[in-house]
């Protein structure tokens, strides 16, 4: 659903960005809960972390679409690569 937001012509007239905005907040509150529980780096800012889950969801769904990955293995792909990074 986050992927495609931006693509769906039924979000009209700031809707999109209402969406948007609204989605942001969620994954910044999700960082900075994580941040304080110690599951997400504290030294970076929870701006990040949002810009960098926010494109990687992106990536997974691109990837999905073009059939490089399950859309069943993409939620299990995305979590791996947010907790274990690529190293």
Excluded: C, K, N
Excluded at 42 to 68: F, I, K, N
Excluded at 80 to 85: K, S
């Amino acid at each position: 659903q986050y992927a495609f937001l931006l693509l769906d012509p039924a979000l009209e007239d700031g809707a999109a960005d209402q969406e948007y905005a609204g989605l942001t907040a969620q994954l910044t509150a999700f960082v900075r809960r994580g941040q304080a529980t110690g599951a997400f780096r504290a030294d970076l800012p929870a701006a990040w972390h949002v810009t960098a889950l926010s494109y990687l969801l992106l990536a997974a769904a691109e990837a999905v679409r073009l059939g490089e990955i399950g859309y069943r293995a993409a939620p299990g792909l995305v979590v791996e690569t947010v907790m274990h990074g690529m190293g």
